[in-house]
Structures are given as C-alpha cells and as structure tokens.
C-alpha cells in the first residue's frame, strides 16, 4: 500500500518535472484540460441557446398575442423542455495525476470542480423556468402581465449568465500561454453561440476580471429588484 503511494508520487513528480521542462511543448501540457472543458462548454452553449430560443418565441407572443403566435410560443417551450431534459449532463475526465497538476500550471482546481459541478443545477433551473412559462401560457391572456415581468427577468438573468460564464472561463484559462489558448479561443470557443468577446473582451487581469463579474451580478441583482417591484404592482392592482 505504502509502495503503491510512493509509485504514484514518483509518477506525478515526474509528471511536473516535465510539464516543468517543456516536454513535448509547453502547449500540451495543458491539452488535457483544454479538451476536458469542451464538452461542458458545448453542453453550456446548447443548454442556453434552447432555453433563449424558446424565450424569444415568448416574447413574440408578447408583442403580438395571437393565437398563432400563442400556439408557437407554447411549442417551443415544449420543445425546449423536452430538449433540455434530453441534454446529457457532462462529467470531467482528468485524471488524478493531471488534476494534481493543475497548481503547477495555475489552473484553479475549486474553480475548475466547481464549474463541471453547477452542470446539473443550471440545467434543473432553466427546466422549471420552462415549466412555470408553460403554466402561464397554458392561462393566457388572463397571466400576460406577469408573463411579460417573468420574461424580462428571465432573459435578462440568461444574458447575464452567459456573461458570467465567460468571465469565469476567461478568469480560469487568463495565464494558459497564447500558443495553447489562441487555438482554443479561435477554433472553439469563438463558434459558441453564448460566446461574445465583443461584448466581454479576453483579459489576462484577474483582478479586473473579478470586478467585471460584480458588476454583472450587481446589474442582475437590479434587475431582479426591479421585476419584483413590478409583480408587486400587478399584484396590488388586482386586490383593488
């Protein structure tokens, strides 16, 4: 038991001797968590882009209820609910010797777990915001009001998530050299639909990161007080 502890200590101290060294190029080393993060990420990008879709069917409906466009904004909502509970939840691959690793190459291991472990919760969230849109769909007009305060709060929140998502992607890679992450950032990440560097430019200050990230959750905490006060009008309105 003792020995097979030393034989993998020996393996992973090779290991960052290694990495350390250069061997095979200091890009490979960090290949392994490159490709680990994709299919999180095309989970993430697919996960949104239904959700968002069926969101805009909403707010067609919203802008001009009809029965067409009621018919449509509930279809897609099915669709997206049915898609979205299909979505197979991804798990990381590392292994023990390479999430060891990770502090040799500042790669934050919490933030790395935590990203593959929100995986599931974003996914339950987007489903009952479905389901509750559903609900009042299935009730209009008499619901169209509250509706119309949910969808603003929901797409809002979406794009905020999306936002922060990146800002925590780009806070966990910030330090990875430019002739392992250009790749990564040209040829996968620029071809997520969520991906918007236009919107949150690539940045290597962490620093400036994280006070991006809080104005982003401030600008979502607004917005969220906002809406309340508005449901609480709607609800004042109809106790008269």
């Known amino acids: 038991m003792i020995k097979g502890k030393i034989h993998r200590r020996a393996g992973l101290v090779l290991a960052l001797l290694c990495l350390l060294a250069g061997c095979g190029g200091e890009e490979d080393a960090y290949a392994p968590y490159l490709e680990d993060l994709k299919p999180a990420l095309l989970y993430w990008d697919a996960l949104s882009q239904t959700y968002l879709e069926a969101l805009e069917g909403v707010g067609d409906y919203l802008a001009d209820p009809t029965p067409k466009t009621l018919a449509a904004a509930r279809d897609g909502c099915a669709g997206a609910s049915e898609a979205i509970s299909a979505l197979e939840v991804p798990a990381s691959a ?62 809002g929140f979406e794009q905020g998530e999306r936002q922060l998502l990146q800002i925590g992607v780009n806070h966990l890679l910030c330090t990875v050299p430019p002739e392992a992450l250009d790749p990564f950032r040209t040829d996968f990440l620029a071809g997520l639909a969520l991906w918007d560097e236009g919107a949150i430019p690539w940045s290597s ?36």
Do not use: C, H, N
């Open 94 to 155: 590392l292994t023990d010797e390479e999430e060891a690793a990770m502090g040799a190459l500042d790669l934050d291991p919490t933030d790395y777990g935590a990203f593959f472990e929100t995986l599931q919760y974003e996914k339950d969230t987007r489903l009952q915001a479905l389901d509750d849109v559903l609900g009042r769909l299935e009730a209009a007009p008499v619901l169209d009001d509250v509706q119309a305060v949910f969808w603003e709060l929901y797409t």
């Open 205 to 240: 200050d962490r620093a400036a990161l994280d006070e991006l990230g809080e104005e982003v959750l401030a600008g979502m905490e607004d917005l969220s007080g906002r809406q309340a006060q508005k449901l609480g009008e709607i609800y004042a309105q109809a106790l008269e």
